[in-house]
């Protein structure tokens, strides 16, 4: 592997990573310096829409809140890539398990994200974001 491969892999995983913890801690726009502008955003295989990034952080905003009081956590973990110059296609597992109002019902989600990440002036953003539904669990006590 390519010094410049290594440099990708681990900045396209901070991204990755910064994505989880604007998403968990609620600052939605800190998404905006890991999307780019036109960026395509589909969530609707786990029940969200598929939308612009204003929209997506509309969506989340007005939604996660409400239903998910307790908390959530995104742990995206293995991550296959596909880097050609300044394009990468990427595939990532996540597991996603939320609390919902009542602290004794936690949903628990695996879903991979499904994405094309572009370097914008130096810098790697996700261009497109597919979530795919792997599996749920309810549990309730």
């Excluded at 410049?4 to 600052?27: C, F, G, H, K, W």
Aim: aromatic residues 10%; glycine residues 6%.
């Amino acid at each position: 592997m390519q010094l410049q491969e290594m440099s990708d892999r681990l900045e396209i995983q901070d991204v990755l990573a910064r994505y989880s913890n604007a998403i968990d801690t609620m600052q939605w726009d800190q998404l905006d310096a890991l999307f780019t502008e036109d960026a395509d955003i589909d969530y609707t295989s786990m029940g969200g829409i598929r939308g612009t990034l204003a929209e997506q952080k509309a969506f989340l905003e007005q939604n996660l809140p409400t239903i998910f009081q307790r908390g959530f956590q995104h742990l995206a973990a293995t991550t296959l890539f596909d880097i050609d110059g300044d394009t990468a296609r990427i595939r990532t597992i996540c597991f996603n398990p939320m609390v919902l109002e009542d602290t004794k019902h936690v949903l628990f989600c695996g879903m991979w994200y499904q994405d094309t990440l572009v370097r914008v002036d130096g810098r790697w953003r996700i261009s497109t974001r597919v979530q795919d539904r792997g599996w749920t669990l309810d549990l309730k006590r």
